[in-house]
């Protein structure tokens, strides 16, 4: 693995805190674009993987999503008792009047909203039914150390579901990144009509992105089972993962 200096502060494992925190301002300042730029960059494939992702909720499960963004992920999951966390106050401002219409039009309970950051998590072990990721986890300061706090709130045979970017190699991961260096640029430049977009330095995190070979792995060290990653078609640049915690496994 290259040195972190010789990745800006990234690497497959997390990131350096004040190119973190840099990247952090850089998702708030997508928030107004953030869900039409999102459709674009995927042809409309966002839509059909979030779908997927609530697919695996029953009704009834206490369900916790790890960096909600603006909520485009909570605002359709529906029949659980949701909880969403994120480490940013502006996107959890969004997400809650967002979420909170959507679920009080539906005559659902209301949402719990905490802001914090994946790797310290304010819950009780063995907490939540279903844990979900929804393009986040590559924002992740420490990877593994944000899924060991995953594993943690989990109840025993909790169910966890992470959909982000997909790179099969490094040859993948190459045209991943000239995808997003050049593709992706101009479809934030029209949708935003801003030359120094937001996007240009969310590029960086999928560039220094790991394999979905390197996040099995990681998944299985921290003590998950029943792990499975892959590619989505039609293009491969997303992945979803699947894991289990052990139904033994009650300590943190």
Request: proline share 3%.
């Amino acid at each position: 693995m290259a040195e972190r200096s010789s990745t800006g502060g990234f690497d497959p494992t997390g990131i350096d805190e004040e190119e973190w925190q840099i990247l952090e301002l850089q998702l708030e300042q997508t928030i107004p674009h953030y869900d039409k730029v999102n459709a674009w960059m995927t042809f409309g494939q966002d839509k059909h993987w979030r779908k997927n992702v609530r697919n695996h909720t029953i009704e009834g499960m206490k369900v916790l999503e790890v960096g909600c963004g603006p909520g485009s992920f909570a605002v359709d999951i529906v029949g659980v008792e949701l909880t969403c966390l994120d480490p940013s106050d502006e996107m959890l401002q969004v997400a809650r009047h967002r979420v909170g219409e959507a679920r009080k039009n539906r005559g659902e309970s209301e949402a719990t909203f905490v802001q914090a950051v994946a790797e310290s998590m304010p819950f009780d072990d063995n907490t939540f039914d279903f844990v979900c990721c929804l393009f986040s986890f590559r924002d992740f300061k420490d990877k593994k150390q944000g899924l060991t706090e995953i594993l943690r709130v989990m109840r025993p045979g909790g169910k966890l579901v992470i959909c982000d970017a997909g790179k099969a190699n490094w040859l993948h991961g190459l045209f991943g990144s000239l995808w997003m260096n050049t593709a992706v640029q101009l479809i934030a430049r029209v949708v935003t009509k801003e030359k120094n977009h937001a996007w240009k330095g969310l590029a960086k995190s999928y560039t220094h992105y790991g394999t979905n070979g390197f996040y099995r792995r990681m998944l299985k060290e921290v003590g998950f089972t029943q792990v499975q990653g892959r590619l989505l078609l039609p293009f491969g640049m997303a992945s979803r993962f699947r894991a289990t915690k052990p139904k033994g496994n009650t300590a943190n």
